[in-house]
Structure formats: structure tokens, C-alpha cells
């Protein structure tokens, strides 16, 4: 979570991204929840105290007192506590996901007393716990579920689940082997908000009205739904899911861990199923009953997403989802989720780029050692060799070099058996830093960041009346000259500063070219006004681009393979990532999506080419066709804002207006995935507020798995954008990609001083 001081103190609360989503997820759980929550929306808007109370309804000390809770302590803030008296009865489960997930910030493990007084139980009673689950607050520490008989799983994988209210059986399997880097390492607000987020859609699945108990099925082929991660129909007991998983994983033990359930226990018997030879093989387990199975499932996935970061995240993803559609439209039948190999895996990763031993490549090697450090999150020596191919000795004298120059610095010896403990190797984040420049028709944004994507400073401008290139020059000049003071104070290798600017653009001269919205910016040299007035390397990239540069190095190991970041803004725009580097094409204008849209909707001028369709300027079309429809839409900053919320309250007018541009959108992304064949798209911009953030992605995610050509044969994974001023961000990553990513250049330049002077 993001750390905050006391509200009375700073007025408003800074959310990011994963805040808001976190947030919006928890509320669901109920009336009181979504109270809790508008009260510390209503913080960050700026509203006072009184204000809100009086929207909500609420008195002050109220909103007071769960203004501070947050503030303080992050969503778990805003959990009920227990005034007096002990809960008569403990979900030992839930007491254990919350010692798995961690305690908010600046902790980094819980103490038994923080805990206690946080679930409301006694010291003894938590010790109780983590004995028989065999677990501690230490990071790291992983549980045994208490099952009859005892599960001998070591590392288990959840694998299925099918839930009818308080009956329920999960499938598990031992985890495999897995060959490669187990991807960036979890962080407590990661682990949190993941599991706020699990929690309350598995809640909201278990808290469902049952349905009647599903008649026996006659046959093991699970559905195309059930196979990508989705409820099942009503005839998908749980004997045909176990059967189901057991043909997906021949030769493997599964093991089922049951609620009591009468009817449940007849269907998954063996006898009464024609695959009986699989439930046979499976090892059922029996729950005690101070387990709840949604609590059980979210310890089994932290522990997952704990040992496999990388190949957990998409899972954990979809289930997540799969209980959200279930509880939104419950109908008559169970919840049946089954783990989908695609989904889990995807494409296998591109292969990773291997060193050469030569002397003369030493700077090529260094940036494969940085490049592979930066996606792991750490990684000892020994590990750098396996992934790089460069040999011992080699890495031993690079990471020397790199340490010595302050941009590595060594984490905790970590015992790994025998012989001499390994030690971990991460990027030290104030090494280097640098600004990014964002220039939108409405706002100059202004960061500074650091080696490991750590905001240091953030500064914003609103643009109203004027936007003519010297007085936005100037104001460009000024706020990044500020924010280079802060970063100074923090890293004093300040390698550059990354403008994103609307296309079209001529990206290796650094020159505006007369971009839509903006009147007066034909020609504008800006890279050589900016060289100038800042004595420093200057990029201009487009900023579907730098949203995706910045998508690339700040998700690390999530977003290596090949993706495409659909920005959306004042406009519409795509970049990409393709074969390990982003693809600019000859000019740096790639990834246009208007025509693209044009041409799905068919929408042609009189010669018969694409036209300029208005859902491709989404902020404006949405203000446009919202007033259009009859909504009383504010004149000024803030309009698009304001249907956004209309839109989250539920009217119908800004909803349908809002799925309206959200489609016409989705048939560009259509002809991208067809186009390009990758199986990740990323959707961020200013357009996404969180507050409409799953309608865009809901109708997105939806067309691109629905009418491409090659859908039977490809899972696409729509992606909410992870940096907050997604293009500002991605513009001074795109300064840390030129300096440090591995790339030969073909006329003996090294490609940091090739690419920030290109």
C-alpha cells in the first residue's frame, strides 16, 4: 500500500493504480464496506471531513476515525474490529492468509501481538494456530494444511475448485519442477492486495444462495468455459471436475481436500462416475471445521504465489475473475474453476538473450547481467551464469565491476544445502535516476524516478488556455529542472530526461509533427529546444510507446515476453513490445489504432479510406456523447471525471456511452492481437480510471478472445497498466532501456551512448 501520513495532516491520500483496484474489490464485500470505502475516495478528491459525512450520511468522528485507520494502516484499516469479546468461533484459515499476507508498511512481518489485536483473538489462540498450520510470521514461512489424514504435499498447487455455499472441495497437486527464474519476488503490498482481493470475490461465492445439488454428470469433458478458468454449467459437479484435472495431469497425485456435503460426496464417490479410476487414484482429505474453504484457498494460493511469482500471477488472476462472474450472476448452478495450463503458463518465455565471453563485449555483458538482475528482482551469481550462459569467472569479475560502481548491492546470504551460502544480487534503486516529461493536450506531467521505478517527485500543470510550444517549453524547462534538484538529493547519476509526446512524431530528429489537439506544434524541434535549455541527453518517443517502455521496466518478469500496451487518452494509441525490444518502426510512429478501428467498423470517407473515428480521442467522445445523451455534464476540467463516476454509480445513460467508446476501441485491439499474435495486452492511460477501469477492460478482453481469426488456438490476457502517469513513468524508463538494455550495435558504439543521442 502506499505510504501515507496522517490525513489531517496532508488533506488527501495518493492512490495508486493497484490502491484503487484493491480498494474497489474489498467494497464489494457488503454496504458497510463500500461506505468505508467512498470515505477514503472522498479523501483523495479533497473533500473535508464534514463534506463527506454530510454526502454519506455519516457522522464526522466516523469518517475521522476510518480516515485514520487507512492512513495508517492501509486497507486493513478498514476491517471491522471487535469492540470486546472474542469471535466464538476462529477461521483458522483466514488468521493464517493474514500472516501470509503480511502487515502494512513499514513492517515486514507481523508480531503475534499486532496480529492478535488486528483478527481480535488471543495470543494463545494465535500460537495455536500457527502450530498446528506449522507456519510463522517470518516472510518465507510456509503452512501445512491441517487435514485429515495429513496432506504430503510439500509445495502444494491448487489446481480446482467447486464451491456450493459451505460445501466445497479443492483439488491440489505437489508442484512441479520448474525450470527458469521463478519471476520478481512479492512484495507486502502485492501479497495484500492480492488477497483483499481473492478474499472478497470467494467470499461473495460462498455467501451466494445454493442452488440445488448438481445430478451426476455422464461424461469427464469439461467445457471450453471451465478449460480458460471460468465458472462451469450446471451439470460440472466436482466428480467431473477431479476427473477432468486428472486427465489434464496423467501420472500426477491429486489430492482433495473435502467439506462435508452429502450430495457433493455422491457425485465425486468413485463408483458413481465413469471415470471412476481417476477419483480413485485422487487421496481425499477431510477439513476440519475451523477451516472455511475460501480462507483455506487463498493460504494454498499466497503460499503458491510465494514459491512461483511469475507463473502464479495469471492463475491467481483468473480465479480471481471466475469468482467475480460467478458472484455477479450466481444462476443455479455451483462454482466450479478449474486451472487452465494456458492461462497459467501461456506461450513458453523467449528464450533469454545468452552472453558472449569475448572481451571486447564486456559492456554488452554487463547489460545482460543488469538486464537479468532487474527482472528477477534478485539473483545470486551462480544463477546469473545458469541464465545468462556467461561462465563463472566472467560473472564473478562483472558483478565485481558493477558493485564497485554502486549499481549493485548484496541482499542476505540465503542458504541453498551444502556448501557455501548464495548471495543475492539486486539493482540499487538510488544509483541512477532520471525525468520524464509527459505533454498531453490538457496537462504537463512531470517525474522523477528512480533506478528501480521509485517515484522521487511528481509535479502537473494543468494546460487551459494556452498551449503554444514556448510557453510550453518554458513550464517544461522549469518543472524538470525542479524535479531534478529532488532527484540530485537522492542519486546524483541523473542519466537523462524522456519526453512522451502525441504522434505522429519524427522520434531519432526529436520533432513534433503537428499532433491532433495541439495547434501550433508543426515542426517543433523539441528535442534540441530541450538539450538546450537542460544541458542534458534528451528522448522524445510517442506515448503509447513510453507507456509501454514503461509497462516493460517497471513489471519486470510479468512483462517479458512480447505485449502490447494500448494507451488511451486524449487519443488512441498502441505500443509494443516484440522479440525482447519495443518496436518503434522506421520513424517511431508505430502502433496507430484509429485506422485500425476505422476499418473494423467500417467507417470510410468518400475515397474509400479509413476515416477518423471520434471513440479514438476517448476522453473528449465520451464528454460529447454523455452530453449528447442528455447528461448534465460540467463545462471545463473534470468532465470526463465526472461521467466516469456517473458511470460508477450506475447510471445507465453514462454506462451504455462509456461501453459505446469502449467497444469501438475493442475493434482496434481486434486488429492488433490479429495483426502482431501476442497473447498479452496491457490498457492504461488517462482514459482508465479505476473507477471505469473494468468496463474498458471487460469489453477489451471480451473482443479480442472473440473475433480474432486465431482465437481457438490463443488465450489473450488483458492487463491493467501497473505505473500511475503511465507515459511520464515509461518516458524516463525509456532513458534506463536505452542506457542499460543488451543490444550489439553494428558499428561498434556502445548502446547507451548510441540510443540517448539517437
Known sequence: ?????????????????????????????????????????????????????????????????????????????????????????????????????????????????????????????????????????????????????????????????????????????????????????????????????????????????????????????????????????????????????????????????????????????????????????????????????????????????????????????????????????????????????????????????????????????????????????????????EQTGLTPQAVSRITRNLLTAGLLAEDGRQSAGAGKPRVPLRLRPDAASAIGVHLDPEMITVVAVDLCGGILDRRQMRLFERRDPGWCLEHITRLALESAAVARQVSQDLLGVGVAVPGPVDARAGIVLDPPLFDGWEQVELKAELVERLGTAVIVEKDATAAAIGERWLGAADRAGDFVYLYLGAGAGSGAFLNGDVYRGTTGNAGEVGELCAIRAGLLTDEGGPRMVAECAPISAVVDQARAAGLMVPQGDGAYDWVCEAAARGDDRAVTVLENVAGTVALGAVGIIDLLDVELLVVGGPAVLPSVADLYLGRIAAAVNRFPVARRVRDVHVAQSRPNQAAAVGAAAGVFHSAFTPRLSPRGRSARGASTHA
Open 1 to 385: 500500500m502506499t505510504a501515507m501520513r496522517d490525513m489531517d495532516e496532508v488533506g488527501k491520500p495518493v492512490l495508486s493504480d493497484r490502491d484503487r483496484e484493491a480498494l474497489d474489490v474489498w467494497a464489494r464485500g457488503g454496504p458497510e464496506r463500500s461506505v468505508r470505502a467512498r470515505i477514503v475516495l472522498d479523501a483523495e478528491a479533497g473533500l473535508s471531513v464534514s463534506g463527506s459525512a454530510r454526502a454519506l450520511g455519516i457522522s464526522r468522528p466516523t469518517v475521522t476515525t476510518w480516515r485514520k485507520r487507512y492512513a495508517a494502516e492501509g486497507l486493513a484499516g478498514l476491517e471491522h474490529r471487535p469492540r470486546s469479546g472474542r469471535p466464538p468461533q476462529v477461521d483458522e484459515a483466514d488468521v493464517v492468509a493474514a500472516t501470509l499476507a503480511g502487515p502494512p508498511a513499514p513492517a515486514r512481518t507481523w508480531s503475534a501481538r499486532a496480529l492478535a489485536d488486528r483478527l481480535g483473538v488471543s495470543h494463545t489462540t494465535l500460537a495455536g494456530v500457527w502450530r498446528r498450520w506449522q507456519v510463522g510470521p517470518g516472510e518465507g514461512s510456509l503452512p501445512t494444511v491441517p487435514v485429515k489424514p495429513a496432506l504430503s504435499c510439500a509445495r502444494a498447487e491448487l489446481l480446482g475448485v467447486w464451491a456450493r455455499a459451505d460445501s466445497a472441495v479443492l483439488v491440489i497437486g505437489e508442484a512441479v519442477a520448474h525450470e527458469g527464474p521463478r519471476g520478481r519476488a512479492t512484495d507486502a503490498d502485492e501479497r495484500r492486495s492480492r488477497h483483499a482481493a481473492l478474499a472478497a470475490q470467494l467470499d461473495r461465492v460462498r455467501d451466494t444462495e445454493p442452488p440445488p445439488a448438481a445430478p451426476p454428470v455422464t461424461g469427464a469433458t469439461t467445457s471450453a468455459a471451465a478449460a480458460k478458468g471460468v465458472s462451469a454449467p450446471r451439470d460440472q459437479g466436482p466428480g467431473a471436475l477431479i476427473a477432468s484435472t486428472a486427465a489434464r495431469h496423467p501420472g500426477r497425485t491429486l489430492h482433495i481436500i473435502a467439506w462435508d456435503d452429502e450430495a457433493a460426496a455422491d457425485d465425486a464417490a468413485p463408483d458413481s462416475h465413469p471415470d471412476h479410476d481417476a477419483l480413485r487414484r485422487a487421496t481425499w482429505h477431510r477439513a476440519d471445521s475451523t477451516m472455511s474453504w475460501s480462507a483455506t484457498a487463498c493460504t494454498v494460493a499466497l503460499a503458491e504465489l510465494a514459491q512461483f511469482p511469475g507463473r502464479f500471477r495469471p492463475v491467481l488472476h483468473a480465479l480471481t475473475e471466475a469468482a467475480r462472474a460467478y458472484a455477479d450472476a450466481p444462476g443455479d448452478r455451483a462454482f466450479s474453476w478449474q486451472r487452465s495450463q494456458t492461462r497459467a503458463g501461456r506461450t513458453p518465455p523467449r528464450p533469454a538473450p545468452r552472453a558472449f565471453n569475448q572481451l571486447a563485449l564486456g559492456s554488452y555483458n554487463e547489460k545482460l547481467v543488469i538486464e537479468n538482475i532487474r527482472e528477477a528482482g534478485a539473483l545470486s551469481r551462480v544463477e546469473i551464469a
